[in-house]
């Protein structure tokens, strides 16, 4: 039986950022952004609100039918980044950042630097599908509704010839990326006092017939 798969709108927003809040408030990138417990319970909802409205008007972000996983994607341009790294603001790259821990928690220096670390890492050569955050709700991890999501959009990316990037969070999120084709860049991308993160590239896969 396979996974329903809609495209979420304004509508959705106050339950994908349940969702985003719930699955990710304890990733090892999230701790390291907010590394105090009790404050990082209190404001990563508001950082993932911040990212799913930029998601909403510049990306698109697709949910399960159920509401238990969503994936937030960027069509990402060859050529220089102007979005300040994780989405950006029109006012350009140098600025997204900063805007983002003003709106966030301003006194909170790694809202900013998170922004700047990734997009000095994110490759410009090629135009690509960015998935940006994936989340499934703590109770139905395990499902496969994030290889879903993942799937479906893997899936246009082969059709139409389009190359794919992230960068993994976790070791367990890793390998299963590279079970879908991921392959790690090479180098981590190494967060001060903090966890690594593994940017990876997929290149468009052809099966079938479109291989004879």
Known sequence: MGVAIRRAGEGDRADVVRLL???LVHDPVSSWVFPGEEHRLRTH???????????????Y?????????????????????????????????????VL????VDPDNERVELIGRLTESIHPADRAHEYLHLIAVHPD??????????????????????L??????????????????????M???????????????????QRTGAADR
Not at 45 to 59: Q, S
Not at 76 to 96: L, Q, R, T, W
Not at 143 to 148: F, I, N, P, Q, R
Not at 186 to 204: F, Q, S, V, Y
Request: proline fraction near 7%; charge should be negative; charged fraction near 25%.
């Open 61 to 97: 972000v697709d949910i399960t039918e159920d509401g238990a996983a969503a994936a937030l994607w960027w069509s990402v341009p060859a050529g220089p980044h102007e979005d300040g790294g994780d989405g950006g603001d029109a006012a350009g790259a140098e600025d997204g950042p």
């Open 21 to 23: 809040d719930a699955a």
């Open 45 to 59: 909802r508001a950082l993932m609100g911040a990212f799913l409205d930029i998601a909403l008007d510049e990306g």
């Open 163 to 184: 190359h794919a990037y992230l960068e993994a969070s976790n070791a367990r999120s890793r390998d299963l990326y590279a079970r879908l084709g991921f392959t790690f």
């Open 100 to 103: 983002l821990r003003r709106a």
């Open 140 to 161: 139905r991890q395990g499902e496969g509704l994030g290889t879903a999501l993942v799937t479906a959009v893997l899936e246009r990316c082969d059709r139409d010839g």
């Open 186 to 204: 090479g180098t981590t991308l190494d967060l001060p006092d903090g966890p690594p993160m593994w940017p990876m590239w997929r290149e468009p």
